[in-house]
């Protein structure tokens, strides 16, 4: 079983929609999560840390953490065509900096 | 906040041929830095870490070799480039004592022919 498991996609979905993408995860040393956004080309961004269960919020984003599950969720609300890239979850232990990545899920968002 | 500049932008090298990717730091000291490689479909694939100058750990076996001669400098090297070579490559920095996951350059296309 892989630390980290990630639906890789392709998910196409309307303008407008509320898209969904998660990964779970094996280890439960893991302590932080993060979400980073990669445009075709470039680089991955950080767009969503949180290191706790539930819900952060940050405009249209919304990262879900459940430690007990070791399951989280990325929602983006109002879907836009410039959403569209690769989405890659990372987590990582307490006391370390390596992150362990999911192989990303592209997304496009049709106008 | 950090800042990470790796160049160049786009590299077609044939088979055997050397190889130096660069990449540099600005806006923290002693950071962690790595080196990570994306093929198609196979997400990120970790190659090197270095926790300090002159420090290399490495994750995979391979015909590249990394270099950390400055704090905030680290370059991936090769003498001689495989097919197998090609891809994207990327740079990234954490600075110790921040938890807020890393920064990643905008990456190398490597393509080798």
């Known amino acids: 079983q892989k630390e980290v498991e990630q639906d890789p996609g392709p998910l196409s979905v309307p303008e407008g929609a509320i898209v969904s993408l998660n990964c779970t995860y094996s280890?439960?040393?893991?302590?932080?999560f993060m979400w980073y956004r990669q445009y075709s080309r470039k680089g991955p961004e950080l767009l969503m840390y949180t290191y706790s269960s539930g819900n952060k919020e940050d405009g249209r984003f919304t990262a879900q953490v459940d430690k007990s599950s070791k399951y989280i969720s990325l929602f983006i609300r109002d879907s836009q065509p410039s959403d569209s890239a690769t989405y890659l979850c990372?987590?990582?232990?307490?006391?370390?900096?390596?992150?362990?990545f999911g192989k990303g899920t592209k997304l496009s968002v049709i106008p | 906040s950090q800042t990470i500049h790796q160049w160049p932008a786009t590299l077609v090298q044939p088979v055997g041929s050397p190889l130096s990717l660069e990449c540099t730091v600005e806006g923290t000291s002693n950071p962690n830095l790595y080196w990570y490689r994306q093929a198609a479909g196979r997400g990120l694939q970790l190659l090197f870490y270095s926790v300090g100058i002159g420090q290399i750990s490495s994750e995979v076996p391979q015909n590249l070799s990394a270099s950390r001669p400055q704090d905030r400098q680290f370059i991936l090297s090769s003498k001689k480039l495989l097919l197998s070579d090609s891809g994207f490559y990327l740079c990234?920095?954490?600075?110790?004592?921040?938890?807020?996951?890393?920064?990643f350059g905008s990456g190398t296309r490597l393509t080798v022919v």
């Open positions: 990234a920095s954490v600075t110790a004592g921040l938890n807020y996951g890393y920064t």
């Open positions: 990372a987590m990582k232990g307490a006391g370390s900096y390596q992150l362990t």
């Open positions: 280890n439960s040393a893991f302590q932080y």
